[in-house]
């Protein structure tokens, strides 16, 4: 399983940036698909989440302006970041594993995620 993510850059606050993460090694199609952030002295922490049906769940604090996506014929995962804040500076991390039955609930989650990308920094100023 190969996970990679790009995208990240250096932006100002109100600017956009869309992240792209393409898989390998494994049936991106049949997997769920999440992308995670890190900031420094800060634990890791879900900012999108999309299963195989395309149901997405976001926390609060980037709701309304993050959107997941996924492309199955390309095995490219997307974030698009819209409205982009200072807080939102971290290194992003795109990860993948087999679906929960219980729907996309638990996949904002990083303990949830066996498979990692090594991360793509996004700074805001």
């Known amino acids: 399983v190969q996970l990679v993510e790009s995208g990240g850059d250096s932006v100002q606050a109100g600017g956009s940036l869309r992240l792209s993460c393409v898989a390998s090694?494994?049936?991106?199609?049949?997997?769920?698909m999440g992308w995670f952030r890190q900031a420094p002295g800060k634990e890791r922490e879900g900012v999108a989440a999309?299963?195989?049906?395309?149901?997405?769940n976001y926390p609060n604090s980037v709701k309304g302006r993050f959107t997941i996506s996924k492309d199955n014929a390309k095995n490219t995962l997307y974030l698009q970041m819209n409205s982009l804040k200072p807080e939102d500076t971290a290194m992003y991390y795109c990860?993948?594993?087999?679906?929960?039955?219980?729907?996309?609930?638990?996949?904002?989650?990083?303990?949830?995620?066996?498979?990692w990308g090594q991360g793509t920094q996004v700074t805001v100023s």
């Open positions: 999309i299963d195989t049906e395309g149901r997405t």
């Open positions: 990860a993948a594993d087999s679906c929960p039955p219980t729907g996309p609930a638990p996949l904002i989650t990083p303990a949830y995620f066996f498979y």
């Open positions: 090694g494994f049936p991106f199609s049949t997997y769920c």
